[in-house]
Structure formats: C-alpha cells, structure tokens
C-alpha cells in the first residue's frame, strides 16, 4: 500500500502537465530484404508507459518508453531457427483527434537492442543455441510509424500500429551470423496490438 502511495504522489505532478499511461500489448514482427532465407512472422510483446501533454488543438502528441520482444523465423535448405530480440523503445508521435474517442498517430520511433538470442535446428533434426548472437546486429535502431487508437469508456484505449525500420538489423554479413545472409540490408517491420489505461484529463479539442 505504501508503493502505491508513493508511487501516486511521485507521477501526480506529471497529470497537470498532460497525461500519462500505461499500456501493454502483442507484437507481430518479420523482416524485409532477405533474399537469400525464408522467413515468417514472431509473436511477442510489448510493454510501457507514455505522457501526452496537454493540447488546446486538433493536434496533441504522445512520448512513450517500451520494452519490446521482437524477432522473425526462418528457414533455409539446411536449417531453421528463430530470432529473438528485445529493444527499449523510445516513440514519438503526433496524435490527430479525430474526437474524444478517436485518434490517428504518425510519428517516428527510436530503439536501442539490449539482448539477442538465436536458435536453429538443422534437416536433421539437431538443435543449436548461439552464443553472443548480440554481436551480430546492430544495437541502435529507428524508423517511423503510425496506428490508430480509440478511447471507448474512461481511460481506457486500445489502439494498432506498424513501425518499419530505416536502419539495418545486422552490422556485417560475418561468417557465423545466425542466419547467414549474402546482405546485411535486412529491415524490420513491426505490427502491434495494445491496450491500456490513461491518467488525466483528454486533449481539450477531443472533447467537442
């Protein structure tokens, strides 16, 4: 009960400013330009928590801070595996008020991987955990996006968004990188479904 307390009184500043929130969600991830592999959705999550200040305009905008689970699979003539990646994302979006219960976001989206993981299991049928899979890839990432969100009752909001990524996923094609690709021109694109709760009152245009 004291952390709630405490908790309250640390982001109660933050309400007068605008709003905050929390959000949770599943992510749908794949990847582009790879030629060389097949390769198909992952399932994973997302998870955080945003502030939108307060706005007298049709327009407002959003500033959230995400632990994303992200990643692809993928197959080949001798093997397949999965990708697992896990980024803090840090998105940054317009927000246009259609009316109190609906808005459009358009924005851009920075990241940075904090931990990687790779597996694969050969036509065999042996399995092979990698090791330092993080060394592969390129820990900063950015892109742009956008999504709709809709505020049914109170603050409650579910909302959808795709972000597709600028820079490359990889570093360099080394020997050892799983999988092993001719390019290191491989993209992410990412899907997501979310919901959460908002505290604090609505942009004063959203209102009419």
Not at 135 to 152: A, M, S
Not at 189 to 207: D, E, I, R
Request: proline letters at 3%.
């Amino acid at each position: 009960m004291k952390k709630i307390i405490l908790g309250i009184l640390l982001f109660s500043p933050f309400l007068a400013f605008g709003q905050i929130g929390v959000k949770a969600g599943l992510n749908f991830s794949n990847v582009s330009n790879t030629s060389s592999i097949s390769h198909s959705n992952e399932t994973g999550y997302n998870i955080g928590v945003f502030l939108a200040p307060k706005s007298k305009s049709i327009i407002s905008s959003k500033t959230e801070l995400i632990l994303s689970k992200q990643g692809y699979n993928y197959s080949t003539n001798s093997q397949d595996g999965t990708a697992n990646l896990l980024y803090i994302m840090l998105p940054t979006y317009m927000c246009i008020n259609i009316s109190r219960f609906f808005q459009i976001h358009l924005g851009a989206q920075m990241a940075y991987l904090i931990n990687a993981k790779a597996d694969s299991t050969t036509t065999s049928g042996s399995a092979y955990p990698f090791a330092d899979a993080l060394q592969y890839y390129n820990r900063f990432d950015y892109g742009f996006g956008g999504g709709v969100e809709i505020h049914p009752f109170k603050g409650l909001l579910i909302g959808s968004r795709m972000n597709i990524s600028l820079a490359n996923l990889y570093s360099d094609a080394a020997s050892g990188q799983i999988p092993s690709l001719a390019s290191v021109k491989v993209k992410q694109n990412l899907f997501q479904l979310y919901t959460g709760w908002h505290f604090g009152k609505q942009p004063a245009s959203s209102k009419k």
